[in-house]
């Protein structure tokens, strides 16, 4: 989260958004196949897919001028750079949904809580300011995995396509910039070429 700007993947992307998002849109498009198999051959005719975005995203938005390192990229925050890429990965899953929720794919985004991790070690806050945050609103980092497993293996689970959870596993909503049909096919369409050369 928020590591120097400078950082960037590779293949030049934000460093942020090449993780957050773009690697996990290969990823799942390169096991879309399996999973396809998956629900075809599973008993509940279902494969689930589980995003996990952060509620960072409600101060998201897509500026595809960003998205590959620029001059505009340079002079965002990198926080914004961060909320960037978990409004992607709802955008993403919302998308996902759509194409395949006919097929047996159930696509959840979620937003995994505010844990004690190492995640947070490029922010910097005042010792007094960073001990209060951590004290008063982060939480153990093992809660982190809740929401993901109830997503990914509960029995309710297998209803959740298109859905947006939040801590500890309920659900909730994403703000709804991010369920724009439109704005997801771009990005769908956008990271299609991206990644057609790798």
Do not use: C
């Not at 400078?6 to 090449?18: H, I, P």
């Amino acid at each position: 989260m928020a590591p120097p700007i400078e950082q960037v993947t590779a293949q030049g992307y934000d460093l942020q958004f090449g993780t957050n998002f773009l690697g996990h849109y290969y990823l799942t498009t390169l096991l879309l196949p399996a999973l396809l198999a998956g629900a075809k051959s599973s008993a509940d005719g279902k494969a689930r897919v589980v995003n996990t975005s952060s509620m960072a995203h409600i101060a998201g938005a897509l500026d595809y001028n960003t998205f590959k390192d620029s001059p505009k990229r340079k002079k965002s925050s990198t926080i914004n750079l961060y909320n960037q890429s978990k409004f992607a990965n709802i955008v993403f899953s919302n998308e996902l949904a759509r194409r395949y929720g006919d097929q047996g794919i159930v696509s959840t985004a979620l937003n995994p809580g505010n844990l004690r991790s190492d995640l947070q070690r490029h922010v910097t806050l005042p010792g007094a300011i960073a001990a209060l945050v951590h004290k008063l609103f982060l939480h153990p980092t093992p809660l982190g995995a809740l929401t993901q497993l109830y997503a990914g293996t509960s029995v309710e689970g297998k209803t959740f396509n298109g859905k947006y959870l939040i801590p500890w596993a309920r659900i909730g909503s994403a703000i709804s910039a991010a369920n724009d049909p439109q704005q997801s096919k771009q990005l769908w369409e956008w990271a299609e070429e991206q990644v057609a050369s790798i």
